[in-house]
């Protein structure tokens, strides 16, 4: 079933979403084609392609692509299914390689994605030309690259990735910024987890700030129950993150949330003690804060630090902490379900102990056993539930802070404790899903 843009238009009302908006197929199938055919999404970073015939497997949206690096430097994004039968040309995680070969009848694609060569050519009709765009990898029309993080788009034409970007630039700037040497590595051995709701709500949790105290409740208590662990390797961080969900109302309800063009946005640093506080106190940090110092200079190094946001999302598939080195990646699946993809990078000339503390944020909160990350997973897949049964919530309410919201000098909105996010990500998600 298709959808005109009058029904598209009905499922939003202002601080409302309808519930089919998170649970539809059809909806599903046209925010592929018009939010993630045509949006600009994070597919890899350069440090994974570092020479020619590099390759790492990513996503768009719900297809699997290969990202490779060229012999010229250029980087191509190749859709992973081959023009022959559709199986999928390539099934490791990443490598280097000459040509992409088919496992399945061995046509061999050069690193443009363009077809070289196949077995038994000569029994092949005069008018199948090797070579040819229909017997190639699709891929994708543009390619850009911001400081090292390599998007995409299935447009052949729209915003540049800067213009997409707009305000956002500083999350990616302030992260390589942090780098004393100027230039960040991402660990690819990051996590993968998947949850059985929309990818969206991905998006709406992660600058929501009343929800830490509720849904982590538990980590919370555990946390306060226990002290530091005397093992001179966590430094107390494990405690302190889980501890920091913990924060009463008034302290929530200070944090700013500053909701921008084209469905980004971004939420204040939540952590106020210990090694994860902005100008943290310890041996790790004054070493780390000397090789910055000696890059940069005293002021522009403590202008880099200064910058304290927490969560930076990037609509609609990319989510930066710059303070933490984090990096998570959402991939839809299909209406009620959802990859999320999470690394963390290594600063280089940074102290190797400042990796440890970026690889245990990552741990803490995004592998399949973190206490965090598992227990909002669990809150969307109990929200797909109520969505979805007959006698379900039909109107989702976002209406937190309408109203209340200030101008913003980026050119949208701030205010503490706001659904503003959401309600920015819902205007860029009309505007994607009624354009022509
Ligand atoms: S399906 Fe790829 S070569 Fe046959
Ligand atoms: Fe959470």
Not at 52 to 62: A, I
Not at 221 to 240: E, I, M, Y
Not at 248 to 258: A, C, L, M, P, T
């Amino acid at each position: 079933m298709s959808l005109d843009t009058a029904e598209i238009r009905s499922l939003i009302r202002e601080g409302h979403v309808h519930k089919r908006v998170y649970t539809d197929q059809a909806v599903f199938d046209l925010e592929m084609e018009k939010i993630f055919g045509n949006a600009w999404l994070y597919v890899a970073h350069d440090s994974q392609l570092r020479k020619p015939g590099d390759f790492v497997r990513s996503r768009m949206g719900k297809n699997e692509v290969i990202v490779t690096r060229d012999h010229d430097g250029a980087i191509h994004v190749l859709k992973n299914s081959c023009p022959h039968r559709g199986a999928t040309v390539c099934s490791d995680k990443r490598g280097n390689v000459r040509n992409l070969v088919c496992g399945y009848h061995a046509w061999a694609f050069a690193l443009d994605g363009t077809l070289k060569g196949l077995p038994h050519p000569s029994s092949y009709p005069e008018d199948f030309i090797i070579g040819a765009r229909e017997n190639s990898l699709g891929r994708a029309p543009r390619v850009e690259v911001y400081r090292g993080f390599v998007f995409a788009s299935l447009a052949e034409s729209g915003p540049s990735l800067r213009e997409f970007l707009g305000p956002m630039l500083l999350a990616i700037d302030n992260l390589v910024d942090r780098a004393p040497e100027g230039e960040i590595e991402l660990c690819d051995t990051g996590f993968q987890l998947e949850y059985r709701a929309n990818w969206k709500m991905h998006h709406e949790n992660a600058n929501d700030t009343i929800h830490p105290g509720v849904v982590h409740e538990s980590s919370v208590t555990t946390a306060n129950r226990n002290k530091n662990p005397d093992t001179g390797f966590d430094d107390g961080q494990t405690r302190q993150m889980m501890r920091a969900n913990g924060f009463g109302k008034r302290e929530w309800e200070s944090i700013e949330q500053y909701a921008l063009p084209n469905g980004h946005s971004y939420m204040g640093g939540i952590y106020q003690e210990g090694v994860l506080v902005r100008q943290e106190n310890d041996p790790t940090q004054a070493e780390y804060l000397a090789a910055l110092k000696d890059a940069h200079g005293a002021q522009r190094a403590a202008e880099i630090l200064e910058i304290n946001r927490f969560n930076n999302l990037i609509y609609p598939n990319l989510n930066i902490n710059a303070q933490y080195h984090q990096l998570r990646v959402v991939h839809p699946v299909a209406p009620d379900r959802t990859m999320v993809f999470a690394y963390c990078f290594r600063l280089k000339g940074a102290p190797e102990g400042v990796f440890h503390r970026a690889v245990r944020f990552l741990s803490n909160l995004s592998s399949p056993a973190s206490m965090i990350l598992g227990d909002d997973a669990g809150i969307f897949e109990s929200c797909d539930v109520g969505l979805t049964r007959s006698d379900g919530v039909e109107w989702v309410n976002v209406q937190r802070g309408l109203g209340f919201d200030r101008p913003h000098d980026e050119g949208g909105v701030s205010s503490a404790a706001t659904e503003a996010p959401i309600r920015t990500q819902f205007t860029a998600w009309l505007d994607y899903m009624t354009q022509a």
